[in-house]
């Protein structure tokens, strides 16, 4: 499939996953990505404790929108942009554009959205969603990435629409829950990508979570993303001191040993992986794409770069377009 005319399937995609899973990663390489195919794309933060901006090399940022990449280059790619979103500047935001600029900051310093969320559990996600959608509307970006809550929360997070729409019968509120969820359950303005590592745990949590997607809030399901593949190697086989003497070289004792216990950890590994991966295919039928588990103590724009350059190739090897239907488990 063209990269381009994936990232251009849907004006929002919302990356979601169980902790751990490298999903803020992916979420900056999915941005870096559509970048380099010419979508203007801005990144949203919705937990204020991400590590994209290191990632693209630049300081934490928070709910004003800063510059990652300005785009340009040999790859004449377009511009990507960040901002985190939270309930009370999305209020305060909301409120001053509506002409309530004087009480706007001192409403939300006053506790009153934790107030209102106990009454109409979804109020915070929904003011959320709500400025998404404002944003998905407006002409100032090609994509929009939603680094979404961890899985457990994405489900209510997702799915608060249509508990206000049940909760709270008329008035804004309900008209904006309604405005969401048009946009969340129209495939070519949102998509929801999945992302999950090659583990019995995180598989059956994103199978899980996909399901619940489906049924209870109508969103349309792109690829699922498997992050953390070790490559397969060639030679891991092959005993340490044989190895050594074809090349020509000297082993120290004990290196023979070492060497072959890490051959063994890294084929238990990648059979691990292709068993994970064919089980996530069964229980799940969306289209997969792969991402490398890259050896790096702490990671930057290089690193998100091999991320964005696998992510191209995947995608280009893609047979379908994103937002199967998953129908019913297994």
């Known amino acids: 499939m063209d990269p381009a005319q994936f990232f251009a399937a849907s004006r929002v995609v919302i990356v979601a996953g169980k902790g751990g899973v490298g999903k803020t990663a992916v979420s900056a390489a999915m941005a870096r990505a559509a970048a380099r195919t010419g979508l203007a794309t801005l990144i949203i933060d919705v937990e204020g ?102 899985a457990g929360h994405a489900i209510s997070f997702l799915r608060s629409p249509r508990g206000l729409i049940d909760a709270v019968r008329v008035g804004p509120i309900n008209a904006q829950a309604r405005d969401v969820l048009e946009m969340l359950t129209d495939p070519a303005r949102c998509t929801v990508v999945l992302v999950t590592l090659p583990e019995e745990t995180p598989v059956n949590e994103l199978v899980e979570t996909a399901f619940s997607l489906e049924d209870e809030v109508g969103v349309s399901l792109g690829p699922v993303v498997v992050n953390g593949l070790y490559p397969e190697l060639d030679g891991l086989d092959v005993d340490p001191d044989v190895a050594a003497h074809d090349a020509g070289a000297f082993l120290h004792p004990g290196e023979a040993r070492a060497l072959a216990e890490a051959a063994e950890f890294r084929l238990d590994r990648i059979a691990l992986q292709q068993e994970q991966v064919a089980r996530l295919a069964d229980l799940l039928p969306l289209p997969q794409v792969h991402l490398p588990y890259l050896f790096s103590a702490g990671l930057g724009p290089e690193n998100l770069d091999e991320l964005a350059d696998a992510l191209l190739a995947s995608i280009h090897e893609l047979k379908a377009l994103p937002g199967a239907d998953v129908g019913a488990p297994g």
């Not at 785009?71 to 409120?95: K, Q, S």
């Open 49 to 150: 404790k991400s590590g994209l901006a290191s990632l693209y090399g630049q300081p934490p940022y928070d709910y004003e929108e800063v510059v990652l990449s300005r785009g340009g280059g040999p790859e004449a790619a377009a511009e990507v942009r960040a901002r985190t979103l939270t309930p009370d500047d999305a209020l305060i935001e909301y409120l001053e554009d509506h002409g309530m600029s004087r009480v706007s900051r001192r409403l939300a310093q006053s506790g009153a959205v934790d107030m209102v969320s106990t009454a109409a559990p979804g109020i915070k996600d929904i003011l959320i969603l709500g400025k998404v959608k404002q944003l998905e509307r407006s002409s100032a970006q090609d994509l929009v990435v939603l680094d979404a809550p961890a």
